[in-house]
């Protein structure tokens, strides 16, 4: 995952344009993805798909021509959509359009300018400093024209038609903990899982942020009811301990599974509550879909100083915090796949368990076993109303255990699903 | 409010008579009234009005004709409701009529008995204890005639006709924190109100506690349904810390507009359950009515050694408590009166807010600010369940903004109530 | 009651045969009962009636003809249902089918095996450390023949047939705590209740465990939905605080009628959730039936070293310990029995308690008795929602002064049932 990351950080991602193909192209290589490509103009839900952005140069220089400022040395120098420009004006001229993080004075910040057309370069403030008055020349080669917005999918098909939607954003340049650890995490869990058979059919998006979103989701309304479960990945990377922020519904049945995965592991984790702030949970929450859709980060959005700027670099994330998360999504879903709710087909006293080989013959000892314990309470929580994670949560016994229980109780047909 | 309370401390005030009618015109005089005269015996709900009672004179006279008990000295001399007496007596026979605080040897205590025909008086029992054997002349001048039960109203119209009560008791005699400092607190309340425009039409009632209530209950059956919220105001001015008593339900809106109130606003404050005794909350919120009424109060009913004895005078009560309790209400009203349900009309993803000039053009900084913040909360949660007090508490964002931006939105026709 | 386990001790149970009827047979001369015979191979729900297990004789005798095991000095020393064996052997064959406590080499173990057919005796470690090596000759002089499964009900008869099952296993052999002791206190209680006139039907079910409880379960399927409330009465004599185990529900209000009289009562105690493992609770709260079953024990199941051993002797268990389980069952069922749901007939307003005698004439007063609070209360939860306990629990006050105060409004014909 490490490797994928520092392949995919050069690229000046935004939310349209050959950066995010180039990245897209790379994931393919690792997973089959499914690219839609949407045209500039595009109605999708109560927004319109904006004109594509590419960039091949920008840069500052000064009086002698040297580049101060370099999109070629970071993609991150330029406000992402800026519209092009090429003049020559004095510092104080330039200043409206030079962001700087003046409490980081290292580090050059991230920022964008989507729909309101605007040109400027972002640096750090020690640069800026070090600028003497003068004129400077300003060159922003970038074309803003009709396109396409540009987005993947990857599924892996289960058992039934109902759907996990894992979704990660594609649109932020040279950040790695903000996109580039969320993105290489979807794609090795999705390898992973597709060598499970899942129960659940797992849909992995990627996409731009908000406008991503939102156009996977215009163009995906009659599917939406097959969308039972989701999880948002993002700041996937950093050495925090691990973050769930449910969804809006905040009992939705990821939230509980997440909770519980997260509480048994005994990991050091936050778990939060929804806000309508952060990433594409936004959309995916609104109340119109009001899916049931978390979002699993490390520290979280926006919650660390090197967010949404150049510290956020390859050495702000690291291989073990990634395969942290990446275990943990795969126990949760593993979890998920198998949460089913049974009817006790014998609810009507206790079933002899022992003349089914499932009990002990020996009786009157006080040491009965886990495996016995779980049958038990399998048997007495298969009311339809109940599936394995409560009977793990009341019991108190591991998941594993109690799904365990319940398939060889469905062995025996003394529940069925 | 000081200078009402001081007006209004010397009147003989009961559950009838002459000592209500000029209180009310004293009131009369601050915003408009109207009273209401209802005849004795007349069948009010499971009661019926007593007769009127009206004192001109009272006292206990030794055998010099000194008056050593006098009602012209403080109106709780006299036992509420006395039937008149002309006789004398030994002091060994005219104990039984004699009422004291033996753990407060200076205090007159304030008793009534209103439904059992009785006389007595009140007195320290430092006087009693210096009272001579020997015969007493005792007169209590009063008449207990078929008359009427007087209340009055004060209505402040609303944009809608449905109603907040605002309900005090006027029985007390010279009580100053149990009756008048909440008469002079509803009093300013109800001025402040008709400046506003209110959003729900208050109903200001002054009434003898309990039958006073039940009368009004019983006069305004046919009304009730519009009764959606109410305070009962008592103790109002003493120097104790604020506390809310719930209604039966406990989860109105008014109680949680004043838990929200109370407790955003860092005041030291107490919030009680329901009980069935008190103040005129007992009537409004019997099984039957079952209405959303809460009452306010500093100390809370009988909850200070001075409660119904002549230590609850003037100097027991402050200015500043009688402001900060107007204050509180006012807060509350102005939550209340703005707590709407909406609606959002574009529930499927964010509505793109940019466009409409309600969000900041430049991403990917992380200080967004609380308006916006307020404006996605409102849209998050506007699904018809939740009231714009469930998005300041849920966000932890102060009323005042999350109606700011519910404003805002409106006017954008993204939400509607 | 201590008398009473004394006499059944030495007695030889088991789930099934002669054991069970001596027992029945002394409890009998306590209380009435109606013993019921259910024929060997009777399908009861999923399971099927055993053979009916008698035994007159066991023991291992060595060289010299010594009985080194004897059944004659305890039930406890063969397995139960133990199939006849007559044979000599060396001790390392016959260890096989020895059984001891290492950690606790004095004591004898309990063991069965009820459906596999095995012999077996069970005996101190330390008895098994001294056997010298050589043959043993074995002996269990016992019948397992086509019979029957006794069990035996007594019932009092209340004023509806809605009824509270009392229930205690009769199968344990000579294990004071984890038997007799339930036994003692279920036939003392029944005496008690009889002198009563109880509301509710009481019915008390003496039954074999598990196979005891399912064949009364199946028996009794056409009279299930008149079971309201019930509680398994097992380990009740032992010196430790009360446990009450709750049903499956939680909520079933014999939870709620336990959970108040033990906290009220100031007793050290603790409330368990309800697993489905331990006593007959199990049966009657299988899915299928979700009886309102709790279970009342002092040290819980299998929570005490002595636990199915030799050492649950009636020294174990004390007079003090089964008179306070006693004491504990009277109060929970007198609770239990008069816990109505009142409707309110004057639910307007507070009905005038006065003019029928039931308030304090003089007004003015803080010290309100208890006795009136009680009846506001009552007729403030009136409503047909709340019972009397939620009133006691709400109130804070006893439940007795609750349930006087309601007979007082129920007179006066203010509330009806």
Redesign the interface.
Known sequence: MYALVERLYPLCRSITGDGVRATLDIVGEYIPLRTHEVPTGTQV???TVPQEWNIRDAYVADAQGNRVVDFAASSLHVL?YSVPVSATMPLDELRAHLHTLPDHPQWV????????P?WGFCLAQETLDALPDGDYEVCVDSTLEDGHLTYAEHVIPGQVSDEVIVSCHVCHPSLANDNLAGIAVATYLARALAEEQPYYTYRFIYAPG?IG??TW??RNAERIDQVKHGLVLACAGDRGQLTYKQS?RGDAEIDRVMRHVLSSSKRPHSVR?????GYDE??Y??????LGVGSLSRTPY?GYPE??TSADNPGFVSPEAMADTLAVCREAFSVLDRNRRYV?L???????L??RGLYD??????D?KEAQ?AM??V?????GEHALLDVAE??GLPFDTVAAAAAALHGAELIKA
């Open positions: 839900l109560d927004w992402g910040p991230y920022r964008t300018s989507y729909y309101k605007e908000t979103a939102i989701l215009a809006r509550e929804f806000t309508p702030y936004r959309q929450c609104s109340p119109g879909f009001d926006a967010y949404h006790n014998s609810p009507y006293g206790e079933p002899q022992g003349r013959a020996l009786g009157g000892r006080s009965t314990m038990l309470w048997l007495s929580l298969s009311d009341r019991s």
